[in-house]
């Protein structure tokens, strides 16, 4: 069962692509249904800069708003954190 962390924010993909240690796992994204010689299949979806991941409070960039599904982003350094808190603003409230 997927788990459900207590804070997740969203973010732009182009935003988190600022990073310049990024690196993304983009065959983990979330599956979109498409209709392929009147076949209904799943296949991944195609991220773009105007799509939008979570970035959750163990600082794991997902495709859903699950800590553990989807994972895009998961090479967390004190270069991310500080990039997530100095040019995201990402603050987890406390309490």
Same mark, same amino acid.
């Given at each position: ?25 983009? %065959? =983990? ?14 296949? +991944?979806?195609? @991220?773009? #800069? ?18 553990? %599904? =989807? ?14 808190? +100095?040019?995201? @603003?990402? #603050?987890?409230?406390?309490?």
């Amino acid at each position: 069962m997927a788990t459900m962390g207590k804070y997740c924010k969203a973010y732009s993909l182009k935003k988190l692509r600022q990073f310049n240690q990024w690196t993304e796992h983009a %065959e =983990n994204s979330r599956k979109e249904k498409k209709q392929i010689d009147r076949k209904e299949v799943e296949i +991944n979806r195609n @991220l773009t #800069d105007d799509d939008f991941l979570y970035l959750q409070e163990n600082y794991v960039v997902t495709d859903s708003i699950f800590q553990d %599904e =989807n994972i895009i982003f998961d090479n967390v350094t004190s270069e991310w954190q500080k990039f997530c808190k +100095n040019t995201l @603003l990402f #603050d987890i409230p406390v309490g």
